[in-house]
Nanobody, 122 residues
Framework: QLQLRESGGGSVQSGTSLRLSCKVL????????VAWFRQAPGKGREGLAA??????SPTYRRTLEGRFTISEDKGTVYFQMTDLKPGDTASYYC?????????????????WGQGTPVNVSS
């Protein structure tokens, strides 16, 4: 059974960078996509980027400003965030969807990590 474990969050100043990690415990190719979501207080869970496990190809939410990069190496999916802003403050989650799912739809992701908090101060 696949498990996801996030790490790398923390409290940082605006303008800095963080790289989040999602360690996939199990065969990463047993899921079709691994994605990063975030959820700020009082808001819904928002999809940011997804990686296709078969070839590592990334897909990004069209509304993003280009400050985020998703990648994978040896069973860990990374999420590089640059030029962080206070609006990026949220809990960040990685999630996995199996064949037949759609990107950036929360209900299509049946497996979630525990989340890692990111707090960006001005």
């Amino acid at each position: 059974q696949l498990q996801l474990r996030e790490s790398g969050g923390g409290s940082v100043q605006s303008g800095t960078s963080l790289r989040l990690s999602c360690k996939v415990l199990g065969d990463i190719k047993s899921t079709k996509w691994v994605a990063w979501f975030r959820q700020a207080p009082g808001k819904g869970r928002e999809g940011l980027a997804a990686l296709q496990t078969s070839d590592g190809s990334p897909t990004y939410r069209r509304t993003l400003e280009g400050r985020f990069t998703i990648s994978e190496d040896k069973g860990t999916v990374y999420f590089q965030m640059t030029d962080l802003k206070p609006g990026d403050t949220a809990s960040y989650y990685c999630a996995a969807v199996f064949p037949g799912g759609s990107l950036f739809t929360v209900d299509n992701y049946g497996l979630w990590g525990q989340g890692t908090p990111v707090n960006v101060s001005s």
